[in-house]
Nanobody
Framework: QVQLVESGGGLVQAGGSLRLSCTAIGGTFSSLAMGWFRQAPGKGREFVAAIDRSGGGSTYYRDSVKGRFTISRDNAEKRVYLQMTSLQLGDTAKYYC???????????????WGQGTQVTVSS
């Protein structure tokens, strides 16, 4: 079972940028599809972005972040990143990293989850 550790969250002004990182411990990282989800206070967890396993690496995004967020992976470092730009107040949430050996595009079948990192966007 892979363990996932997120980092990089923080407080940023609207229009700013942040890069989230997620390090995988254990498992065969290159065989995992990776994703980012988020949960705002009082709301359910929602899909943000996903990247499929190596050998293709197709990416998927929720509509509201397309053109602003970029998901990428570094198999040598066993990390997945979420570069977030043009941040909006509505992006405020706790962001979770997730992994699955078999992605059902765009956001299904994730089985392993990190503890989350908080992103707060201020006006």
């Amino acid at each position: 079972q892979v363990q996932l550790v997120e980092s990089g969250g923080g407080l940023v002004q609207a229009g700013g940028s942040l890069r989230l990182s997620c390090t995988a411990i254990g498992g065969t990282f290159s065989s995992l599809a990776m994703g980012w989800f988020r949960q705002a206070p009082g709301k359910g967890r929602e899909f943000v972005a996903a990247i499929d396993r190596s050998g293709g690496g197709s990416t998927y995004y929720r509509d509201s972040v397309k053109g602003r967020f970029t998901i990428s992976r570094d198999n040598a470092e066993k990390r997945v990143y979420l570069q977030m730009t043009s941040l909006q107040l509505g992006d405020t949430a706790k962001y979770y990293c997730a992994a699955t050996p078999w992605l059902i595009p765009p956001s299904g079948n994730f089985r392993s989850w990190g503890q989350g990192t908080q992103v707060t966007v201020s006006s």
